[in-house]
C-alpha cells in the first residue's frame, strides 16, 4: 500500500529565505508523486510532478523538487519565498497497476512567509 | 480554460438530512474522482467513475452513494448526515484510463464545504 509522510505540519521561513518541505513515501511499485498547493477556502492546485521521467522536476511558481528513490523522498524546495507562497502544501502518491490511479495524499504543511 | 464545476460551492444541513453534491468535469474528460478533506485533515479518496462505471472504491461510509451519469457529470448523495460529514468535498476528472506506465493528471474543482449541524 501507498502512503506518504510529510515531516512538519507547520514551516516558518523569512520572505526571500530557501523554503525546504520534506515528504518521504512509501510505495511497493514505482511511483508517481506530487505536490499540491491549496490556499485557503480554495481548491487543491498542481504545483508539479514525477512519473518516472527527470528525477529533478521544476514546476510552476518557482518550485522544484528531486526524486531520490534510495532516499524515499521527494522533497519540495524553492530558492527565495514570496508572502505569496503562503499556504499548505500536500505531497501526494500515485501507484500504477492494473488500471486507475488514485491519490493518496500526505497530511499536509503549512507554509507561514514572514516579512 | 474550462475546469472542474463543483455545485454548490456552501451547503448547510441538519443532522440526519440527505445531501446531494454535484461534480461536472472538464470538458471530455471521463474519468471523476470524489475526495473528502475535513478540518485540518488531508484529502481521503472516496470513490472514482470512468464512462459511468465505478472505477475504484476508497474510505466511502455506505450512507454515501455517488454515480456518473451519460454526460460524464457525476453526484455524490450523502444520507443520514453526521456532524462528522462536515468537511471540504473535492472532486477532480482526467481524460481517459490511466494504465501501466501512463499517468492521467486529476484536476481538482474547487470544492463544496459542507457544513452538518
Known amino acids: 500500500a501507498q502512503s506518504v509522510t510529510q515531516l512538519g505540519s507547520h514551516v516558518s521561513v523569512s520572505e526571500g529565505a530557501l523554503v525546504l518541505l520534506r515528504c518521504n513515501y512509501s510505495?511497493?511499485?514505482?511511483?508517481?508523486l506530487f505536490w499540491y498547493v491549496q490556499y485557503p477556502n480554495q481548491g487543491l492546485q498542481l504545483l508539479l510532478k514525477y512519473t518516472s521521467a527527470a528525477t529533478l522536476v521544476k514546476g510552476i511558481n518557482g518550485f522544484e523538487a528531486e526524486f531520490k528513490k534510495s532516499e524515499t523522498s521527494f522533497h519540495l524546495t524553492k530558492p527565495s519565498a514570496h508572502m505569496s507562497d503562503a499556504a499548505e502544501y500536500f505531497c501526494a502518491v500515485s501507484e500504477e497497476g492494473s488500471g486507475y490511479s488514485t491519490l493518496t495524499f500526505g497530511k499536509g504543511t503549512m507554509l507561514l512567509v514572514s516579512p | 480554460a474550462a475546469g472542474v464545476i463543483q455545485s454548490p460551492r456552501h451547503l448547510i444541513k441538519e443532522k440526519r438530512e440527505t445531501a446531494t453534491l454535484k461534480c461536472y468535469p472538464i470538458?471530455?474528460?471521463?474519468?471523476v474522482y470524489w475526495y473528502q478533506q475535513g478540518p485540518g485533515q488531508d484529502p481521503q479518496f472516496l470513490i472514482s467513475f470512468y464512462e459511468k462505471m465505478q472505477s475504484d472504491k476508497g474510505s466511502i461510509p455506505d450512507r454515501f452513494s455517488a454515480q456518473q451519469f451519460s454526460d460524464y457529470h457525476s453526484e455524490l448523495n450523502m444520507s443520514s448526515l453526521e456532524l462528522g460529514d462536515s468537511a471540504l468535498y473535492f472532486c477532480?476528472?482526467?481524460?481517459?484510463?490511466?494504465?501501466?506506465?501512463?499517468?492521467?493528471?486529476?484536476?481538482f474543482g474547487p470544492g463544496t464545504r459542507l457544513t452538518v449541524l
Open positions: 477532480a476528472s482526467s481524460l481517459g484510463l490511466a494504465g501501466l506506465g501512463t499517468y492521467n493528471e486529476q484536476f
Open positions: 510505495s511497493s511499485v514505482p511511483p508517481y
Open positions: 470538458p471530455r474528460h471521463d474519468t
